[in-house]
Each structure stands twice: as C-alpha cells, then as structure tokens.
C-alpha cells in the first residue's frame, strides 16, 4: 500500500536554510540601563542632576544589588521568589559587558563603560603589552592605581559632598580592594558576611545614613559553579528573596528599597578552547575580556586576519567584530573616551546561544564553570528593578 501521489506540483526539496544570527541586544543607555540608575537614585534623595528613570522622592534609599539575578533567570522560577516576584517594577539593561565589575564602574559613576573605560574584566594596559585583571585587580609587574584606572567621580563621592554618608554592606575582603576603590570610592565600608548580618547591617546603617548598598554574590557564585536553574542555584534565589522582605521590613517609613542586579546568565553548552585552535591564535597577541565578550589583541598589521579567521570559526556562534564597529553599534555607550579606545580589542568576539570562547591553559577555572555572562544577550542584559516602599 502506497499513500496516494498529491497530484500537480512535485514533491518539495527539504529546504536548507542557513542559519540566522540573532541581533545583538544593545543595552538601552540613556533610557532603561543600569547607567540611569545612580542618578536618578540621587534625583530622589532630593540632589539635583536627572530623574531619567522617574523615581519618586524618598527620604532614604537602599539598594539591594544581587549578582547575577538576570530577569529572566527571576522571570522563570516565580515560585522561588515570590516576594521579588510581586514587587518586579521594570527591567533595566546591564551594559556591555554584561559583568561584574563593568556594571559596579556602571553604578557607581552613572555613566556608560565608554566613559568610565571599565571595558572587561581583564583588559590590555595600553602601551603595556600586558593584561590587566580588574576583578583581581592585578597586571604582572605593573601597579595600576584605581584612581587612574577609573578616573570618575562616583555618585557616593557626590552624596558624601551633600552630606549624605552613604554605607556599603559587603563582606569584610572587600574593603581596600583595587576593584572597591576604583568602583565604591566614597561609601563607607560595613562589614557583614551571612545573609542575617547583612540585612541586620542595612537596618543599622539606615538609622544613620540616607543610603545604602547590600551586595550579595552567592546567586552568580552557584550559577556559575552548578549552572542556573539548578537546585543550588535555586536556593540561593529563596535566599535573596528572603533577604529582600528582611530588608523591605526593616526599612523606616518612607524609605524605598531597590533590588537590582549586574547581570543575567547563561548556561554553556558549547565551549570555543582557544588552546586547541591554533587557527584562532594566529596573529594574537593576548586574548582578553572573558568567556561570552572577548577581547582580541592583534599584532601589528593582523587585525583583518584576525577577524577574518574568528569569523570563520565562529559562525553561528558569535558576533566577530572590529573595535570601531562595537564602538559606533553603541556596545559601550554612545560614545568611547579616546584614552579607553586601547582597552578595548582590535577584534572583538562576543558569543550567543549556549557559546564560550574559553582558554584552558590560561583560564582553567573560568574554562570549567558552567554558567557565564557577559554578551548582548537579554538573559545577560535584562536585570530587574524590584521596588518596595514602606
Ligand atoms: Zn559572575
């Protein structure tokens, strides 16, 4: 028994259509990205400078910063966060990178990576030939000043000259960090470290300052370790959640608390071993930024080269584009300072899907994880804004 012949045309050819690249999710600066945040959490505390993100007036603030809580990380497991949940204002855009310590430079001057130059986590020294680390803030063999390195005021310098002392809820290391200087100069530290300290920390601290920052780092520590959405990582999301309504209720009449994060994440499937492809490290003079936003250092007179073959390699898989392209696509913000432009790779390659592009002998630990961020992706891009007024 034969099915029966369609009559008229023939039977179609599978079509093969070939794969279509995703645009990249340019963060929203100006209007909806972490670099709105600072300022118009200083416009609500009554200081004047813009509002763009309209916050009402509030006589004292507390910004709950949880790393790594994407919104749609939150988004997708409601049940683990139902406090957060139900008070989930808007989402905001990160910034590019889509990291850590880009997006604390980001909150901490209120401008764009293009202007406070915190371009990756580990970016060339220009004039150098060397790698500097900002999450470990370390350069072999050269001292680099945070001061120098990010040059801008900080919105706490700006509050501590309106009298407004604001505090910094962190665990005890991080005071006196390069990466705490450059990005917090003007908090003052308080030091706490289990979630019960620190929420009993805030509510100290709000009796005697007008703001506060908690940072709590456990979310983006498990995601990367065991991957999002896993059982660890969801109990560390009951945790904040948790950590979020002790805060709400320990806030004063009239304050506001804001939850936040960094960034968002993505669980790897797909791993890119520099290592294992000479065909990516010809004319590579160092390989920089992180796993899902690399920075490619070329020597000279490669940089074409050096496109052309990460292109090849990474179809698919990534965006493969020259420094003044992420430039003028507005990756960094409307604009790059020219003292930043050398920070920032001749080449620069930023993976989508479930892609990394790792180094196994440089980065063994980072070549292991399973979780990572840093792309123009919305699962990086997108964090929440969580608002809750008393
Ligand atoms: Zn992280």
């Not at 000479?278 to 690399?294: I, S, W």
């Not at 507005?330 to 080449?347: A, H, K, N, S």
């Amino acid at each position: 028994m034969t099915d029966p012949q369609p009559s008229g045309a023939p039977p179609e050819e599978p079509s093969v259509e070939p794969p279509v690249a995703p645009v990249p999710y340019v963060p929203a600066y100006g209007t909806a990205s972490l670099a709105d945040l600072p300022g118009s959490l200083l416009a609500s505390l009554g200081l004047p400078t813009g509002n763009t993100l309209a916050l009402e007036p509030a006589p004292r603030v507390c910004l709950f910063l949880v790393d790594g809580l994407g919104a749609e990380l939150l988004a997708a497991h409601p049940g683990a966060a139902p406090f957060l949940s139900a008070h989930l204002r808007r989402t905001l855009t990160a910034g590019f990178p889509s990291s850590t310590t880009t997006s604390l430079a980001t909150l901490g001057t209120g401008a764009p990576p293009g202007e406070h130059g915190m371009v990756g986590v580990q970016m060339a020294v220009p004039g150098e030939g060397r790698l500097f680390n900002c999450l470990r803030w370390t350069a072999p063999g050269l001292p680099i000043d945070p001061d120098v390195w990010q040059p801008a005021p900080t919105v706490y310098q700006r509050m501590a000259e309106a009298g407004i002392e604001p505090a910094y809820v962190a665990p005890a290391w991080f005071d006196g960090t390069g990466l705490t200087r450059a990005v917090y100069r003007g908090m003052r530290h308080r030091a706490a470290e289990s979630p019960g300290e620190r929420v009993e920390a805030v509510r100290q601290a709000l009796r005697e300052t007008a703001f506060v920052t908690v940072y709590y780092g456990e979310v983006d520590r498990v995601g990367h370790v065991s991957g999002w959405g896993g059982g660890e990582w969801l109990e560390q999301l009951a945790v904040v959640d948790r950590m979020a309504e002790r805060i709400a209720e320990a806030l004063p009449p009239g304050a506001v608390l804001y939850v936040t994060a960094d960034h968002g994440m993505v669980n790897a499937t797909d791993k890119v071993d520099v290592d294992r492809r000479p065909d990516l490290l010809e004319g590579v003079r160092m390989l920089g930024g992180e796993a899902r936003a690399r920075h490619v250092y070329t020597a000279p007179g490669a940089a074409s080269t050096v496109l052309e073959a990460w292109r090849e390699a990474l179809r698919g898989r990534a965006w493969v584009v020259t420094r003044e392209e992420a430039v003028s696509a507005g990756w960094f913000g409307r604009r790059v300072r020219r003292e930043w432009l050398g920070r920032i790779g001749d080449v620069v390659a930023v993976p989508y899907g479930e892609c990394v592009i790792v180094s196994s002998a440089a980065e063994p630990v980072e070549a292991s994880l399973i979780g990572y961020h840093g792309s123009l992706t919305p699962a990086e891009q997108n964090v929440p804004l969580v608002e809750i007024r008393r």
